[in-house]
């Protein structure tokens, strides 16, 4: 060793052990940021091909070819894409990535999506039957149905009647694909108003009837009825008068003829 470096080191410990700190520490980083660029491959990009619309398989070829992996990460159903194709991929087509990046695809699936429309545990029943419109409509919606029509049929509420999938009544605990149209026949509300009108015209009937007969109570009635029933009364004796004159004069132009 050279002696000026060993009485350095001697008048100098501190600095000596400072100095070999410092080396090391920059041999250690060195190491670890060449070891990271080798892993993440540092400085190295590819291009991401575009393989939405295509087949399964022709999309795995074309990705594995150009070094990227491949990951489904899950099946989803739409009309207008074919079974089998994909829908969706992430990262997106013409994205900058790292070498053998991970490319994530959405597949169309080979069937649609089926769903219970009402889980209530009595599959002999219709489903959603008296359930309010409102909350079996949000269900539907829910559930992703999207060709809905309405029927409305003579009823006292607004509560659903029946649920049909592709013109078949839908039982509860019942499976249904959430591309099938549906129909909901839902009860219009106007019984009841039709129920009271057919009450109301019996009754007005019923008293004319009464006054006819000649048993109307019309003194215990109130003002405005005593009033319409009155008159009705009266066209009625007039009705009547005019038909017993109708009726005399008939039989005197008989006795006057013969």
């Given at each position: 060793?050279?002696?000026?470096?060993?009485?350095?080191?001697?008048?100098?410990?501190?600095?000596?052990?400072?100095?070999?700190?410092?080396?090391?520490?920059?041999?250690?980083?060195?190491?670890?940021?060449?070891?990271?660029?080798?892993?993440?491959?540092?400085?190295?990009?590819?291009v991401v091909p575009?393989?939405?619309?295509?087949s399964y398989t022709?999309?795995?070829?074309?990705?594995?070819?150009?070094?990227?992996?491949?990951?489904?990460?899950?099946?989803?159903?739409?009309?207008?894409?074919?079974?089998?194709?994909?829908?969706?991929?992430?990262?997106?087509?013409?994205?900058?990535?790292?070498?053998?990046?991970?490319?994530?695809?959405?597949?169309?699936?080979?069937?649609?999506?089926?769903?219970?429309?009402?889980?209530?545990?009595?599959?002999?029943?219709?489903?959603?039957?008296?359930?309010?419109?409102?909350?079996?409509?949000a269900k539907l919606?829910?559930?992703?149905?999207?060709?809905?029509?309405?029927?409305?049929?003579?009823?006292?509420?607004?509560?659903?009647?029946?649920?049909?999938?592709?013109?078949?009544?839908?039982?509860?605990?019942?499976?249904?694909?959430?591309?099938?149209?549906?129909?909901?026949?839902?009860?219009?509300?106007?019984?009841?108003?039709?129920?009271?009108?057919?009450?109301?015209?019996?009754?007005?009937?019923?008293?004319?009837?009464?006054?006819?007969?000649?048993?109307?109570?019309?003194?215990?009635?109130?003002?405005?009825?005593?009033?319409?029933?009155?008159?009705?009364?009266?066209?009625?004796?007039?009705?009547?008068?005019?038909?017993?004159?109708?009726?005399?004069?008939?039989?005197?132009?008989?006795?006057?003829?013969?």
């Open positions: 060793m050279n002696p000026k470096i060993s009485d350095f080191s001697v008048k100098h410990p501190i600095l000596v052990n400072l100095a070999i700190i410092i080396a090391v520490a920059v041999i250690g980083l060195m190491i670890v940021y060449f070891s990271i660029a080798i892993f993440t491959k540092h400085g190295q990009s590819d575009g393989v939405e619309n295509m022709e999309a795995i070829n074309i990705l594995h070819d150009k070094g990227f992996k491949v990951d489904i990460r899950d099946s989803l159903y739409k009309d207008d894409v074919k079974p089998g194709f994909v829908i969706e991929q992430y990262p997106k087509a013409n994205s900058i990535v790292k070498p053998g990046r991970k490319i994530f695809l959405y597949i169309n699936a080979v069937h649609p999506k089926e769903v219970v429309i009402d889980d209530d545990n009595h599959p002999l029943e219709d489903a959603l039957k008296s359930f309010s419109f409102r909350s079996g409509m919606e829910e559930l992703g149905f999207k060709n809905i029509r309405i029927v409305k049929v003579l009823g006292d509420n607004d509560c659903i009647v029946k649920i049909l999938a592709n013109g078949k009544t839908v039982k509860k605990m019942q499976k249904v694909p959430v591309n099938a149209a549906i129909v909901v026949e839902v009860y219009d509300g106007r019984l009841t108003e039709l129920r009271d009108s057919l009450q109301a015209e019996e009754y007005i009937q019923n008293r004319i009837d009464e006054i006819y007969n000649g048993d109307a109570n019309v003194y215990g009635s109130s003002d405005e009825e005593q009033n319409e029933l009155s008159s009705a009364h009266v066209s009625s004796s007039s009705q009547q008068k005019s038909s017993e004159s109708n009726s005399s004069s008939g039989n005197e132009e008989s006795l006057e003829f013969f």
